[in-house]
């Protein structure tokens, strides 16, 4: 939340600007003209810090987390053991929950907000036809969001909207022990570290992990870094 | 909440008397923002933030109540794990995510203990606990077999993880100023909740009626009066847009699915609510003395 450093940062959002997506309401669809790039910016047009950007970028996981589980349930793996189904379906119902909530949160700066069609992610690098497969993807689809919302925190500037992104955190890391334990029993603290603490992970760093179920190029450039 | 009890509540508490002069000294030290100057500068409506009305803790404090807290459930876990032969379960699992859960609580310990010395605060120093609720024997009990009835044992285990994780998630609100400690309260917290699902699928696999989030289909293991703070108010059915919109948001008219169980079940599901530090200190008042 320390506003002493985005200065520095403001010239790179000017420098990117044509790259922009979020906020610009009078692009019809989520691809930029320049290179297909989908660049959430966490300033405004002076430079001052805004928190859409890193709105945006929590919506963004939690639409991937939704059409995962949209895909799973549709079509759910023969060998689930009993409950799973029902867990898997709660799961689902939380995440569409959590990306209509950011959506409602966000209005007309919703990155897709006049969108044609909303993004579609891929998710042909895991195996869902099997419960070990569900879960394995589970299990690192909720570390990422997990690991993604105990780093974004720090990045916000309002704090109402801390405070709404704290409420679907925690359970994002119940999501993840659960998705653990059905992968691995007693392995719900395989992210905590040093000091007893959960991971936590940079847009930038995020971005990396996810960029291979996305279908657009995406970039932390223009979000905050403190 | 009610204020005069929250007045009531604050007054009670010793620490507030007893370390007023050396929190004073720290806060020189802290270079820190009271939650009412942060209030005045980001207002926050009382709507949004109904158990917090009132409350102008600073970072010392935060830390403080979560130094306390983390002390009280190290000694639950360590004092479990000295429990005679047989309360833990036959499948080794059970005991190895209790020695975990345990090494994390310590470290969490350590590390507040850092932090708030090297801000020239003062650590609260341990007061003695009775897991058994009784008060060293002065009140009827509230789990009478905590260490000899493993079932017992998860009962309690489960109310003060899911204490730590809405404990946490009200104090970062007054940790705003820090980045580092702020990002430290998020990872604290995260952890906290991985703890609490564990320990609800735990006492899942030994039969109870309880899902790895709060919902309001787990069965009621709290008492009236004493430990049903600890979900007071966390089966919300209702999330405003954040202040200062403060408008409920329509879940019924949104593209979610999911059928009658949507408002009752599903979104009381999704999200964790902020537990006041009051409340906090009210559960954490049962099992000392």
Redesign the interface.
């Known amino acids: 939340m320390q506003r002493r450093s985005f200065f520095k940062v403001a010239g790179a959002s000017v420098a990117a600007s044509t790259l922009v997506l979020a906020g610009c309401s009078d692009d019809p669809e989520p691809t930029p003209v320049a290179e297909n790039v989908l660049a959430f910016s966490g300033f405004n047009s002076t430079g001052q810090p805004i928190d859409d950007g890193i709105l945006n970028y929590a919506y963004l996981l939690t639409q991937l987390e939704a059409a995962f589980y949209l895909k799973v349930v549709a079509a759910p793996p023969a060998d689930l053991q009993p409950g799973e189904l029902a867990y898997l379906t709660d799961l689902r119902d939380h995440e569409l929950i959590h990306r209509e909530y950011l959506k409602a949160i966000l209005g007309s700066k919703a990155y897709d907000s006049s969108a044609a069609a909303p993004l579609e992610f891929t998710f042909t690098s895991f195996t869902l036809t099997t419960r070990a497969g569900v879960w394995a993807a589970a299990q690192q689809l909720e570390d990422i969001g997990a690991a993604a919302y105990n780093g974004a925190g720090k990045l916000l500037t309002v704090t109402a909207n801390l405070l709404a992104l704290a409420k679907i955190a925690s359970v994002e890391s119940r999501h993840a022990a659960l998705a653990h334990e059905m992968v691995q029993a007693d392995s719900f603290g395989a992210t905590i570290g040093a000091d007893g603490l959960d991971d936590a992970k940079t847009p930038t760093e995020v971005f990396v992990l996810i960029q291979p179920f996305v279908p657009i190029k995406l970039s932390a450039a223009n979000l905050p870094t403190t | 909440m009610d204020i005069l009890k929250l007045l009531a509540d604050l007054a009670e508490t010793p620490t507030d008397l007893t370390q007023l002069a050396s929190r004073r000294a720290a806060l020189d030290g802290l270079r820190r923002v009271g939650a009412k100057t942060?209030a005045a500068a980001?207002p926050?409506s009382l709507a949004?933030?109904p158990s917090q009305a009132g409350d102008t803790r600073t970072v010392l404090d935060s830390l403080q109540l979560a130094v306390r807290l983390e002390q009280l459930q190290n000694a639950f876990y360590s004092r479990a794990l000295t429990s005679a032969a047989g309360f833990f379960p036959a499948d080794a699992?059970f005991r190895?995510?209790i020695v975990?859960?345990q090494?994390?609580?310590?470290?969490?310990v350590?590390?507040l203990t850092r932090i708030i010395s090297s801000s020239n605060g003062d650590t609260p120093t341990l007061p003695n606990y009775d897991f058994t609720g009784s008060k060293n024997n002065t009140q009827a009990s509230l789990f009478p077999n905590v260490f000899s009835n493993f079932d017992e044992f998860l009962r309690l285990a489960q109310l003060l993880e899911d204490t730590s994780?809405r404990a946490y998630?009200a104090i970062?609100?007054f940790l705003?100023?820090d980045?580092y400690t702020?990002?430290?309260a998020?990872?604290?917290?995260?952890?906290?909740?991985?703890?609490?699902?564990?320990i609800r699928?735990m006492r899942r696999l030994r039969g109870a009626v309880v899902?790895?989030?709060p919902s309001p289909t787990d069965a009621d293991i709290t008492i009236a009066g004493r430990t049903a703070v600890v979900y007071a108010t966390e089966h919300a059915t209702t999330?405003l847009?954040?202040?200062?919109a403060n408008t409920p948001?329509p879940?019924r008219l949104?593209?979610?699915?999911?059928g009658a169980n949507?408002l009752t079940q599903?979104?009381p599901?999704?999200?964790?609510?902020?537990l006041a530090a009051a409340e906090v200190e009210l559960i954490m008042g049962l099992f000392t003395y």
């Open positions: 942060i980001l926050l949004a933030l699992n190895s995510s975990k859960m090494a994390h609580q310590q470290q969490h350590a590390l994780v998630k970062v609100e705003v100023q980045n702020l990002q430290t998020l990872q604290l917290h995260s952890t906290e909740a991985r703890h609490a699902a564990r699928t899902k790895p989030w999330q847009l954040p202040a200062p948001i879940f949104l593209p979610i699915g999911s949507l599903s979104v599901e999704a999200f964790d609510e902020p």
